[in-house]
């Protein structure tokens, strides 16, 4: 009897393309080059020509199948979140939610549902750098056994815009600008901030962005968010509004500014080689997933709207309650297969999650699938191996572009009576067990006319920017309002500044004064708000200065050796780094390595010039008084010493160092330490303190 159902590859265990292509032949023959069309080719160097010096042949089917399929390698870049790195791994739950949702994978406490991840910038392009100022998109594909639930979030829990019918105008405007091309991956020029200044709904999101949080110093060590109010069902039908957060094991970590600009120089890829050499070396990155819960009565009495993107709870309103965590334990094979034609979709959801009425995410749920139907060519896209859920997929959908699947049998529409007559008819719909949308009034607003208009509190763009303002420490505080500096000095359209600066001033006097003084002009009136903001508590979780953890695991130290570098000294050095669970990073001027006092050849494992400290989280340098006078009159070294400095960060050395220390005009703080079991503790850290010693804030 012909089968109606099709079981889909996943790729594990599916039939794989050169599976398929050489089935008839002996394993041996995986090594024979063929063409698509599993021809042998016997000559992979030389196109075929009329004689040696002569024309090439049309004829040449090997020649014209391989360039015309290099001519069509590249597909159409994502038009945001373009540039991103990928990993497989796993969800684990701690506990079982079986009475907040029916959520499969939120049942069974212990249980691992695989998943795959992927981190991105949002402004660049696919090849621009990792370490401009951005929102990091942190996207998550569980393939559950009761199909794809895909969490597309950010690493920051609030969003730009309320509606998504301002999505356009968002990309268009931060994106390079359509004439010039220029500038690349960031948000410092005329169009982001003429149009962000006249959307004062953007003023909650820009105090993120203005943060450190745009500066991670590793995908592993930043926050996910997923942003919107979603709600759980449980198996009796009750729904629960919930918020999302994902917690990094590594605690959250940033870089400086300074260091993020020089990061570009030193490594474009400087997040992808992280993750990806984190997960080779077998430092699993984990991050511990959280939930904000609350009902409709908790909803209705805060003084914003929990359906309002700009707008986030606090966690000491709502304290986040830790359900499981997800650990990335394994690299792409392939990035383009994996990473690049991997499809997120907020609206691909399974039974026991819901949509709640958030104006962002109804729009995110059309956005997703039709963009993807434009970057991957064909609706059966999902049929690609690292889209395709990992349970059996049935339906009538048939035919379009690429499919992949053979459908059998007759029966492709429902009702259909064919069963009754020994046919297969076909699946049928679930009732019991199917998706089924939420009833109740378990969103805030009720059905009414046909409208395009907010909820009276979406009004609100102030009280929430400024939660974030004084939630924050001081040096936090300047590194904000340093960065509206940066970007409106960017900025060339005169009528700009003063406008962003009279919005600033419904957020705060102090930061609206600061980032005037710093642009050298006069604060102009206050623009007048909407509705005028409410007070809030500080919220210390939203700070990352009051939640860094000291961790020296998963980082990277950088040694600086050179020739006459005591053996026995950095064999202990390098030992403690090790055990506090940190790579080190040997430096030397050259890659061959460093004669130590012992006479062996020490291998570097970077050279000095192309491995400059920003690199790394704290340095070290394990010199010879020679080495360090010597060094002392090399420009790269005196830089790599003064960049970690002004970097914030612990430098430990021992006493024949000095001479390199001193030229670089490093001055004693608790950050400057010997090489024993000190530097271990204080390179957990970075030195805020120092900060006014090194550069001016506003
Ligand atoms: Fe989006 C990609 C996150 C609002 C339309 N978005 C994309 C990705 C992430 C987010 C992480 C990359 C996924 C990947 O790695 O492939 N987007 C968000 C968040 C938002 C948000 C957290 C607000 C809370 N997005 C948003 C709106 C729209 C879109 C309002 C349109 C109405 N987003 C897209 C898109 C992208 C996308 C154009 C580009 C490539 C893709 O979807 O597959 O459809």
Redesign the pocket.
């Known amino acids: 009897m012909a089968k109606n159902t099709f079981e889909t590859r996943t790729g594990e265990g599916g039939e794989t393309h050169q599976q398929v292509a050489g089935h008839d032949r002996d394993k041996a023959d995986a090594a024979h080059l063929t063409t698509n069309q599993g021809i042998r080719v016997s000559d992979n160097q030389n196109s075929l020509r009329s004689g040696e010096r002569g024309p090439t042949l049309l004829e040449d089917f090997v020649l014209r199948e391989k360039i015309f399929h290099f001519d069509h390698e590249r597909i159409p870049e994502?038009?945001?979140?373009a540039r991103?790195s990928?990993a497989h791994g796993y969800f684990e739950l701690f506990e079982s939610l079986a009475d907040i949702t029916k959520a499969d994978l939120f049942q069974r406490a212990g249980e691992k549902t695989p998943l795959f991840a992927?981190?991105?910038t949002?402004a660049g392009g696919a090849g621009s750098v990792d370490t401009p100022r951005d929102v990091r998109?942190?996207?998550v594909k569980f393939y559950t056994r009761e199909g794809n639930w895909d969490l597309?979030?950010?690493n920051i829990p609030v969003?730009f815009?309320q509606d998504?019918v301002k999505?356009?105008d968002l990309?268009h405007a931060v994106k390079m600008e359509s004439d010039r091309a220029f500038p690349q991956a960031g948000s410092a020029h005329d169009t982001f901030w003429d149009w962000a200044s006249l959307m004062p709904e953007t003023t909650h999101m820009l105090m993120w962005a203005m943060s450190d949080r745009t500066i991670p110093r590793s995908l592993r060590m930043m926050e996910g968010?997923g942003?919107?109010t979603f709600r759980l069902v449980s198996a009796k039908g009750k729904s629960t509004f919930v918020k999302f957060h994902w917690k990094p094991k590594l605690g959250i970590q940033s870089t400086v500014w300074d260091e993020a600009l020089k990061l570009q120089a030193a490594d474009n890829d400087y997040h992808r080689r992280d993750l990806w050499e984190a997960i080779a070396t077998g430092n699993f990155p984990e991050w511990e997933l959280g939930i904000q819960l609350f009902d409709q009565a908790f909803a209705d009495a805060q003084p914003y709207d929990v359906l309002d993107?700009t707008k986030l709870i606090p966690e000491e309103l709502i304290p986040v309650r830790i359900v499981g965590r997800m650990v990335l334990d394994r690299n792409p094979d392939n990035f383009f297969a994996e990473t690049e034609q991997?499809?997120?979709?907020p609206a691909n959801i399974v039974p026991g999650v819901d949509f709640s009425n958030d104006p962002?995410?109804q729009?995110?749920l059309?956005?997703?699938l039709?963009?993807?139907k434009s970057?991957l060519g064909t609706a059966n896209f999902h049929q690609i191996p690292i889209n395709a859920p990992k349970c059996p997929v049935m339906n009538f959908q048939r035919d379009g572009q690429m499919q992949m699947n053979v459908p059998k049998g007759r029966a492709n529409y429902e009702p259909n009576s064919l069963a009754e007559h020994g046919e297969d008819g076909g699946p049928r719909e679930c009732p019991m067990t199917g998706f089924s949308t939420s009833q109740g009034r378990a969103d805030l607003h009720e059905q009414g006319d046909k409208l395009r208009a907010r909820g009276e509190l979406f009004a609100d763009h102030y009280s929430q920017a400024r939660l974030f303002w004084i939630s924050q420490q001081p040096a936090e505080q300047a590194h904000i309002a340093s960065s509206f500096v940066f970007e409106l000095s960017k900025v060339q359209l005169a009528q700009v500044p003063p406008r962003m600066l009279a919005n600033l001033r419904n957020v705060d006097e102090d930061l609206a004064r600061r980032v005037a003084d710093g642009l050298g002009m006069v604060l102009p009136d206050k623009s007048p708000a909407a509705r005028e903001p409410f007070a809030m508590e500080p919220s210390p979780a939203l700070s990352i200065h009051a939640n860094m953890k000291a961790l020296l695991e998963g980082r990277k130290v950088g040694v600086l050796i050179a020739d006459g570098t005591d053996a026995a000294e950095l064999k202990t050095f390098v030992a403690e780094i090790e055990k506090a669970g940190a790579a080190p990073f040997l430096v030397s001027p050259r890659i061959g390595g460093a004669k130590l006092s012992d006479g062996k050849v020490m291998k570097a494992d970077g050279q000095l010039a192309g491995s400059p400290s920003q690199l790394f989280d704290a340095v070290a340098l394990v010199l010879s008084n020679a080495a360090a006078n010597d060094l002392a009159k090399q420009a790269g070294a005196v830089q790599w010493v003064m960049d970690a400095f002004g970097h914030l960060k612990a430098i430990g050395s021992n006493e024949a160092s000095k001479p390199l220390l001193d030229k670089a005009g490093v001055i004693p703080d608790a950050g400057i330490v010997g090489l024993a079991a000190t530097f271990v503790e204080a390179a957990a850290k970075r030195y805020w303190d120092r900060e006014p010693k090194v550069r001016a804030l506003s």
């Not at 994502?78 to 979140?81: F, W």
């Not at 991997?342 to 979709?345: E, G, R, T």
């Open positions: 994502r038009i945001v979140h991103g990928g992927r981190f991105s949002v998109g942190f996207a597309v979030g950010n969003f815009i998504a999505f356009p990309v968010f942003v919107h993107a991997v499809a997120f979709c962002l995410l729009g995110r059309f956005s997703y039709d963009t993807q970057r």
